[in-house]
């Protein structure tokens, strides 16, 4: 199921789709916003703006995107299938594994049984295969949800749809703004702190109306926006994470994206961080050495960037749910070295 959500896709995440050969098809389906704005969530007013588009590519070496996530997994799916058509199988999900001299053999639920030289397990938050490599800590609810939704622009007020990414503050609750497929859909993303999540599941369909009731006191901006939802478009989402882990390879088995460091979204960096991985990790395979080394070389180079995005995502609640705090100190000290970080070079 492709869900509509929208996805920023920072500069870190942008160069490595350049580096990957997508550059030019991410470009044309991504929108660039020109200003990261923050806003108060009642009256509007003005508490930071931030250049996007004329310092990203100027001061990063990459531009920072918003895209619709079914645009990007398009733009890789195009990719990997013109690169070798048999390359994805769907609808198998992963049971077992086990090591065996040089080959990995894994099991699906479908009773399809599959072997390899190494085995990537990139099965998200709630990853089998990292129950089975490193035992089971349950993610941990990090007393945050998020709504997320998707409405077409047309109809809005013109003061909605604005080019720009738009942050609205509040105490315990913001929302996040953006246009994408050319601006002609918004995607938000409402977090409010919580006590628990109640729901079944770590996500699920929710109503629009709920979103409404919760933000009833914010400004009629963000109420004419959730209130334009369409019926089907609004998901709800538990915020959960993990202690970082100490490793995550073992033998010819290794991790990567969520299922080895999910982490709060307040950065938008979990599917960056997904994408650093793949870049890090096709070019360990590539060097000298056993199969088992590279990985572990993988490991240790995204380990310490990983651990520390972990980190900064957990701080970056304040910069969002306090109204008070100076902004663009806060924003600055955690940009620059996550921003400018190149997956294709790092020494390994
Ligand atoms: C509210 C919210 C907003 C976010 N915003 C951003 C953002 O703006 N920018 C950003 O970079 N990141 C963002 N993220 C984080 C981002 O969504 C994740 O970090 C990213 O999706 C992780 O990618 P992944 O491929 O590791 O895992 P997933 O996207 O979770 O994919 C895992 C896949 O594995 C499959 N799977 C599960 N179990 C098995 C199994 N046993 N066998 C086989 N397959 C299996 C699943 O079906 C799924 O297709 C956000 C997250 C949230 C919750």
């Not at 409405?151 to 315990?172: I, M």
């Not at 959730?226 to 993990?242: N, S, V």
Request: with cysteine; hydrophobic share 40%; charged share 25%.
């Amino acid at each position: 199921m492709k869900l509509a959500l929208g996805s920023c896709s920072p500069p870190n995440a942008v160069r490595c789709y350049e580096h990957l050969g997508v550059g030019d098809a991410l470009s044309a389906v991504a929108v660039e916003p020109e200003e990261s704005v923050y806003r108060r969530f009642d009256t509007a007013e003005e508490m930071l703006r931030a250049p996007l588009r004329s310092k990203m590519l100027a001061t990063y070496g990459a531009r920072y995107f918003h895209v619709h996530r079914a645009d990007l997994l398009d733009c890789l799916l195009n990719a990997v299938s013109s690169n070798d058509p048999d390359a994805i199988a769907t609808g198998h999900v992963l049971s077992s594994f086990e090591e065996t001299g040089d080959r990995v053999f894994a099991q699906f639920e479908n009773g399809v049984a599959a072997d390899g030289d190494v085995l990537i397990a990139c099965d998200g938050i709630h990853s089998v295969a990292r129950g089975i490599l490193v035992g089971d800590d349950s993610p941990r609810f990090t007393g945050q949800f998020a709504w997320r939704g998707m409405v077409p622009s047309e109809g809005l007020p013109a003061s909605v749809v604005e080019p720009n990414s738009v942050s609205w503050l509040g105490e315990r609750k913001h929302i996040i703004q953006y246009g994408v497929r050319g601006r002609q859909f918004i995607n938000y993303v409402a977090i409010v702190a919580s006590d628990e999540w109640t729901e079944e599941g770590w996500n699920c369909r929710a109503s629009a109306s709920d979103v409404v009731d919760a933000f009833a006191d914010w400004h009629p901006d963000v109420l004419a926006l959730i209130a334009a939802t369409p019926e089907d478009g609004c998901y709800k989402w538990g915020l959960f994470d993990r202690e970082p882990l100490d490793n995550w390879t073992k033998g010819r088995v290794t991790l990567l994206g969520d299922a080895a460091h999910p982490m709060l979204p307040f950065m938008a960096q979990g599917s960056a961080m997904a994408v650093e991985d793949a870049v890090v990790l096709a070019r360990a395979l590539a060097e000298d050495g056993t199969a088992s080394e590279n990985l572990r070389r993988y490991e240790n180079v995204r380990r310490h960037r990983t651990n520390g995005i972990i980190k900064k995502s957990r701080q970056a609640t304040s910069l969002y749910q306090r109204l008070t705090g100076d902004k663009s100190e806060q924003r600055a000290t955690n940009l620059d070295d996550v921003y400018g970080y190149d997956a294709t070079k790092i020494v390994l």
